[in-house]
């Protein structure tokens, strides 16, 4: 929602009855003596700076997105669910840990492991 | 913003794609004009800078392309916006501090400087119609928010005379009048 004072009403107003006209103004008269084929391949350049442009920004704010998520959700699972999961990945990657070994590492310890997993898991 | 899948409303990112790429030259050159337009007294940014810059909110999401709007309007509307938004950014902020430039959907703020910028910007318009006393009239009709007949009436102008006239003033604020700005 925005509230306008009258000159930035009056900008807005002027811009739209221009617009209209603009729109009605024929295409060579737009066009100005420019070809369409050089009008085209500067909005072609554009479309393609602006795509990567965009790509990047996207990346950038989906990489925020995951770490204001990671620092604000507590880890939703057991401890027992966490040893489990822990297990079945060194199982399935060969790694070699005995069970024992799983069992002597801290609570703490296999929840940090855990989530570290996890984001292997799901980049 | 981002992309909110959700919204039915809005163009997916494909489909700004193809709305902006499937634009034809002509349009594509009239979004240039508004460009050029708009851009005329922004600190920093021509033309092309900005019109890319709207492309590039459109691509990423952060500005929304409603679904069922033709692209040139959807890119004068938000060219608009955004020129309005970096001429706040780049002189209001002093008075204006709870402004914010990096989202561009917040709730706007208005301070004296903000429409003292507005104003600067009007007076600016009918400048560029001086020595044109009839376009100037048009112009001035068209901030009242006055369209054709309804301007004629009041600019006073016999039918002809106002349509030679609407159509210089539509040229002199496309800027045939000067060089292509920043492309």
Known sequence: ?123 | MAWDLKDPGRLTYQEVRDALSQMDEVDLRRAERIAGFLSQRLPGMSAEDLLQEVYTQLLSGDRRFPRGVHALVVLKTAMRSEASNVRKAGKASPVDPLYQPENVDAPERRSPEVEHLAREELEAVVKSCAGDSQAELVVLAWMDGLKGEEARVVTELDLKTFDAARKRATRKLAGFDRAREGS
């Open chain 1, 1 to 123: 929602m925005s509230i306008k004072s009258r000159y930035e009403i009056q900008l807005d107003q002027l811009l739209d009855a221009w617009f209209e006209e603009l729109q009605q103004m024929p295409a060579h008269e737009v066009l100005a003596g420019e070809s369409p084929g050089t009008v085209r391949t500067r909005a072609d350049a554009r479309l393609a700076r602006a795509t990567q442009e965009a790509g990047r920004r996207r990346l950038v704010a989906a990489r925020a997105h995951a770490a204001l998520d990671r620092a604000r959700s507590p880890i939703a699972v057991s401890i027992e669910e966490a040893r489990a999961y822990i297990a079945r990945v060194l199982q399935d990657t060969n790694y070699t840990l005995a069970a024992r070994q799983l069992e002597e590492i801290p609570d703490e310890e296999i929840l940090r492991l855990y989530e570290q997993l996890r984001e292997l898991e799901d980049p």
